[in-house]
């Protein structure tokens, strides 16, 4: 029983630490994908990797020690050691909220290459999130990237097998492509972007036709309980626009464990 907690331990550990460093990369994504699909201002040299972790206020580069994961954040009480500058809590929540996602990877799949693929999985999910909240935008090379990946996964077998992630790509840009014109009919307004059928379509080439029903009700349900407050503070048709990529994926995320977990219950031997 000890050597299999002390396992267990060392397990989820470098879980936490994956997550960890998936985070810090996730935050790099955040901030640059945007200014690299806008296309960055004359003269300034911008890439995922270059200039190196910087200061934006004092534009200060960044030590080694001023990067590491959560800590840095911490012993530096969430300010930058050189000017002062608050740093955006962003960063240490993005960085939280993957070491835990990755745990919960390994408690549903194992420390298996599953759980690995989850957590790039998790890790594009999140970036477009934020991505979306900031600008209500989603960049193509994360959504289209993301979709492929799927698909590559599935080449494998490692979620679904190829047809079903296939027809999961196509069912998932489909069903909101038909939603929007349906909308547009109706309401002469566009309800959503391209960028969501993108990123239900790479939802679905990751885990298959089959889970989209489940993704699209979690992430309804969970769009409206953020909405609803503010529709009835208004008391008014809310009519701003509204970042869908978050909820979309909750209901990712939230279907691919729920879907394994679902796959230990029904598979379970009776006894």
């Given at each position: 029983?000890?050597?299999?907690?002390?396992?267990?331990?060392?397990?989820?550990?470098f879980?936490?630490?994956a997550?960890?460093?998936?985070?810090?990369?996730?935050?790099?994504?955040?901030?640059?994908?945007?200014?690299?699909?806008?296309?960055?201002?004359?003269?300034?040299?911008?890439?995922?990797?270059?200039?190196?972790?910087?200061?934006?206020?004092?534009?200060?580069?960044?030590?080694?020690?001023?990067?590491?994961?959560?800590?840095?954040?911490?012993?530096?009480?969430?300010?930058?050691?050189?000017?002062?500058?608050?740093?955006?809590?962003m960063?240490?929540?993005?960085?939280?909220?993957?070491?835990?996602?990755?745990?919960?990877?390994?408690?549903?799949?194992?420390?298996?290459?599953?759980?690995?693929?989850?957590?790039?999985?998790?890790?594009?999910?999140l970036?477009?999130?934020?991505?979306?909240?900031?600008?209500?935008?989603?960049?193509?090379?994360?959504?289209?990237?993301?979709?492929?990946?799927?698909?590559?996964?599935?080449?494998?077998?490692?979620?679904?097998?190829?047809?079903?992630?296939?027809?999961?790509?196509?069912?998932?840009?489909?069903?909101?492509?038909?939603?929007?014109?349906?909308?547009?009919?109706?309401?002469?307004?566009?309800?959503?972007?391209y960028?969501?059928?993108?990123?239900?379509?790479?939802?679905?080439?990751?885990?298959?036709?089959?889970?989209l029903?489940?993704?699209?009700?979690?992430a309804?349900?969970?769009g409206?309980?953020?909405?609803?407050?503010?529709?009835?503070?208004?008391?008014?048709?809310?009519g701003?626009?509204?970042?869908?990529?978050?909820?979309?994926?909750?209901?990712?995320?939230?279907?691919?464990?729920?879907?394994?977990?679902?796959?230990?219950i029904?598979?379970?031997?009776?006894?």
């Open positions: 029983m000890g050597e299999l907690a002390i396992h267990s331990f060392i397990q989820y550990g879980a936490m630490l997550g960890l460093i998936a985070g810090s990369f996730t935050t790099t994504l955040i901030h640059r994908m945007p200014k690299l699909t806008r296309g960055v201002a004359e003269g300034e040299q911008l890439s995922m990797w270059l200039p190196g972790s910087h200061c934006p206020k004092c534009l200060t580069r960044l030590k080694p020690r001023d990067l590491i994961p959560l800590v840095s954040w911490a012993l530096a009480r969430g300010r930058c050691r050189y000017c002062g500058a608050r740093i955006n809590a960063y240490p929540l993005v960085e939280a909220s993957l070491a835990l996602i990755a745990c919960a990877l390994v408690f549903v799949f194992g420390f298996s290459v599953h759980a690995l693929a989850g957590l790039v999985f998790a890790l594009c999910l970036a477009l999130s934020v991505i979306d909240a900031r600008t209500l935008t989603l960049p193509d090379v994360l959504t289209l990237s993301l979709l492929w990946l799927g698909l590559l996964c599935n080449v494998m077998e490692l979620f679904t097998d190829l047809a079903s992630a296939v027809t999961g790509a196509f069912a998932g840009y489909a069903v909101l492509w038909a939603v929007m014109h349906a909308h547009r009919l109706i309401r002469r307004i566009e309800g959503m972007g960028g969501d059928f993108k990123l239900l379509a790479a939802i679905g080439a990751w885990l298959g036709w089959q889970e029903p489940a993704v699209l009700l979690i309804s349900v969970s409206l309980l953020w909405a609803l407050p503010r529709i009835l503070r208004d008391r008014a048709d809310f701003g626009q509204v970042p869908f990529a978050p909820f979309l994926s909750i209901g990712g995320l939230a279907a691919m464990m729920m879907g394994e977990t679902m796959n230990h029904t598979l379970w031997p009776s006894a």
